[in-house]
């Protein structure tokens, strides 16, 4: 079955670097698109980055540009999010997802001194 | 940016009632690509449709969807307790998702 596992989450403080895993299983990872979805605590979902199946197309929301970093690594079967310059208002839980398929538990990432 | 509305913001019902939650799109969502989730405290997410109208794996068959363009809909045909949570539709038809705002069904 598909499924995507998060990891790397934890407490930094604000201005430092986190860098969280998804690990892919359960399907052709090299073909699909990913994306970075976060939830910060009582609050809705948002969107946070894609990458193109092949890494050469990446998006991202304005709240993180310049900050993180998408990539993937197709002969792994993982994909990256290096986030620095991270922000209280970072703190979340992050997933990765795939469209139209069940999401892992997520990784929170808490951003306090 | 697609925007995503639904209604309502909260939705107030008795076990065993009907649902109707809606979802409103600012521009017509490419090849039915919207899903609904159902969240609880302290959990993830879990994918009920797909594909504007498809039951994800082991989602019991009150929960329906329908709709394309720009108006979706969720139904729970009858509510049980453990349906009793807050709702999200997303389009996943570009490379820019977008979520709505959620809409919690709670208990009468």
């Known amino acids: 079955q598909v499924q995507l596992v998060e990891s790397g989450g934890g407490v930094v403080q604000p201005g430092r670097s986190l860098r969280l895993s998804c690990a892919a299983s359960g399907f052709t990872f090299s073909s699909y698109d990913i994306h970075w979805v976060r939830q910060a605590p009582g609050k809705g979902l948002e969107w946070v980055v894609f990458?193109?199946?092949?890494?050469?197309?990446?998006y991202y929301a304005d709240s993180v540009k310049g900050r993180f970093t998408i990539s993937r690594d197709n002969s792994k079967n993982t994909l990256y999010l290096q986030m620095d310059s991270l922000r209280p208002e970072d703190t979340a839980v992050y997933y990765c997802?795939?469209?139209?398929?069940?999401w892992g538990q997520g990784t929170l990432v808490t951003v306090s001194s | 940016e697609i925007v995503l509305t639904q209604s309502p913001g909260t939705l107030s019902l008795s076990p065993g009632e009907r649902a109707t939650l809606s979802c409103r799109a600012s521009q017509s969502v490419s090849n039915r690509y919207l899903a609904w989730y159902q969240q609880k405290p302290g959990q993830a997410p879990r994918l009920l449709i797909f594909g504007a109208s498809a039951r994800a794996t082991g989602i019991p068959d009150r929960f329906s969807g329908s709709g394309s363009g720009t108006d979706f809909t969720l139904t729970i045909s009858r509510l049980e307790p453990e349906d009793f949570a807050v709702y999200y539709c997303?389009?996943?038809?570009?490379?820019?998702?977008?979520f709505g705002q959620g809409t919690k069904v709670e208990i009468k």
């Open positions: 997802a795939r469209g139209g398929f069940p």
């Open positions: 990458i193109s199946y092949d890494g050469s197309n990446k």
């Open positions: 997303q389009q996943y038809g570009s490379s820019l998702w977008t």
